[in-house]
Nanobody, 124 residues
Framework: QVQLVESGGGLVQAGGSLRLSCAASGLTFSSYAMGWFRQAPGKEREFVAA????????YYADSVKGRFTISRDNAKRMVYLQMNSLNPEDTASYYCAALLSASASTISTTYDRWGRGTQVTVSS
């Protein structure tokens, strides 16, 4: 059974940092591109960052570029999202997603598998 389990969310003050992790099981992890998406209350799910299955290519939403870094460890079947300089607009549930493809995508509907999310709350 495929599972993506996010962790690392929490409450942080504006300007602070968090590192999200996503543990994958039940799939050939190195065959999947991975993405992070987020959804705030009353808003649609939006793209945050993505990484190709090799890790050579990364993509970011403009709103997080320069502040967030996505990375992966294929040996550990993990993907990470390092989030720095957080602001209250980053408050959302963050979801890890897997796409059976060499290339990553910024479009949520292309992803095959999803985690249940981890909550990030940034206080002002």
């Amino acid at each position: 059974q495929v599972q993506l389990v996010e962790s690392g969310g929490g409450l942080v003050q504006a300007g602070g940092s968090l590192r999200l992790s996503c543990a994958a099981s039940g799939l050939t992890f190195s065959s999947y591109a991975m993405g992070w998406f987020r959804q705030a209350p009353g808003k649609e799910r939006e793209f945050v960052a993505a990484i190709s299955r090799s890790g050579d290519n990364t993509y970011y939403a403009d709103s997080v570029k320069g502040r967030f870094t996505i990375s992966r460890d294929n040996a550990k079947r993990m993907v990470y999202l390092q989030m720095n300089s957080l602001n209250p607009e980053d408050t959302a549930s963050y979801y890890c997603a897997a796409l059976l493809s060499a290339s990553a995508s910024t479009i949520s509907t292309t992803y095959d598998r999803w985690g249940r999310g981890t909550q990030v709350t940034v206080s002002s």
